[in-house]
């Protein structure tokens, strides 16, 4: 296996406050290893945002360590942690007047200098992206003209664009139906393995995660599970995630139905 991207040393996170923090997990030993697709899971609330916000470096940690390629994280200045670390959020982007191809551009804002034009190798690099995600026919289309899932193909294009080894994504399959849902994971798994990317996101699509996910994080209150969805589920640990009245857990089968 390839040295882990990311590693989480003794790691709590959560909100400085006035008088107080308010910590949301402590105590986390982890690694996000590149090759690899990783979801994070968990209930509403319970600090999946939080994590990610924190690994992104948008929040410090209250206490630990998050290392990138054996570097603490808050040692990275922002250019240089604009050229490790792509970042895609749930917020669907309000934007007019611009193309996919302008804004899958922006990607390369790390490399283009105070004025942002892009070189010949800038643009031969956003149509390599646009490619990759398989919509470069939508190149010329205005952004705002968009379906929900061609939005988000867009603003995964323009984190490749950015060309980071690893790439962090709040919820890619919000707002989607079921068959772009799919499609949607099946292209993250394939960039993470093609392109030995770390793919870490979070999700709410249960079922989905347990089949495409090379790796599961499950955050439950003052605590997080890592594991492949089998060894999650041979533990217990899906079926007490899932199951209450009404609804149980096949652990031989990977799926949730209703009693």
């Known amino acids: 296996m390839n040295n882990p991207s990311v590693v989480l040393r003794q790691l709590t996170i959560g909100y400085r406050q006035k008088h107080c923090q308010k910590v949301v997990a402590q105590a986390i030993d982890a690694t996000i290893n590149p090759g690899e697709l990783t979801c994070l899971l968990g209930a509403n609330g319970v600090g999946k945002s939080t994590l990610l916000r924190t690994l992104s470096a948008f929040l410090p940690p209250l206490q630990g360590e998050i290392l990138l390629a054996e570097r603490p994280l808050d040692n990275y200045s922002d250019g240089q942690l604009s050229r490790r670390v792509g970042v895609v959020l749930t917020e669907k982007p309000h934007i007019r007047n611009m193309s996919v191809g302008e804004l899958v551009g922006l990607g390369r ?3 283009t200098g105070f004025w942002g034009r892009l070189s010949a190798e800038d643009r031969c690099i956003v149509a390599e992206s646009l490619a990759q995600v398989g919509i470069s026919n939508l190149a010329h289309r205005m952004v705002d003209t968009l379906s929900d ?3 988000q193909k867009v603003m995964i294009a323009k984190a490749l664009a950015q060309q980071t080894p690893i790439i962090y994504l709040d919820e890619p399959t919000a707002f989607l139906d079921f068959p772009s849902k799919v499609e949607m994971m099946q292209l993250l798994h394939r960039l993470a393995h093609q392109m030995q990317k770390t793919v870490f996101l979070s ?4 079922e989905l995660a347990l089949q495409v996910a090379d790796v599961l994080w499950l955050m439950e209150p003052q605590s997080l599970h ?3 969805a089998r060894q ?4 217990g640990v899906l079926s007490r ?3 209450r009245e009404g609804i149980a857990f096949d652990a031989h089968h990977m799926r949730v139905y209703i009693k």
């Open 232 to 235: 999650l589920a041979d533990s």
């Open 149 to 151: 899932g061609e939005r």
């Open 109 to 111: 804002a790390p490399y």
């Open 203 to 206: 999700t709410h699509d249960f």
């Open 241 to 243: 995630f899932v199951e």
């Open 226 to 228: 890592i594991g492949t």
